[in-house]
Nanobody, 113 residues
Framework: QVQLVESGGGWVQPGGSLRLSCVASRMLFRFYGMGWYRQAPGKQRELVAT???????AYTDSTKGRFTISRDNTKNTVYLQMNSLKPEDTAVYYC???????WGQGTQVTVSS
């Protein structure tokens, strides 16, 4: 059974940084584009960033310039480096294998003073 396991979430003050990781197992990771999504309380899940199989990245306006998505196919892992965090970045962050039903369980990110 395919597994996507996120880690790296936590509490951070505004302006701080976190690095999320998502490790994939039992899937041909290198053949999937990957995405990070987030869901804040009372809101719909939204896209944060994506990376294709060849490493092309894309971001939403709210995260461009602050977040960086990357992948290491040798480790079956996709990362999300988050800098200059804001309180509105508070959410549960999920990784997703694009075009599939594969989602991680999520990791909580809380930005507050």
């Amino acid at each position: 059974q395919v597994q996507l396991v996120e880690s790296g979430g936590g509490w951070v003050q505004p302006g701080g940084s976190l690095r999320l990781s998502c490790v994939a197992s039992r899937m041909l990771f290198r053949f999937y584009g990957m995405g990070w999504y987030r869901q804040a309380p009372g809101k719909q899940r939204e896209l944060v960033a994506t990376i294709t199989t060849t490493g092309t990245t894309a971001y939403t306006d709210s995260t461009k310039g602050r977040f960086t998505i990357s992948r290491d196919n040798t480790k079956n892992t996709v990362y999300l480096q988050m800098n200059s965090l804001k309180p509105e970045d508070t959410a549960v962050y999920y990784c997703h294998a694009q075009g599939s039903d594969y989602w991680g369980q999520g990791t909580q990110v809380t930005v507050s003073s």
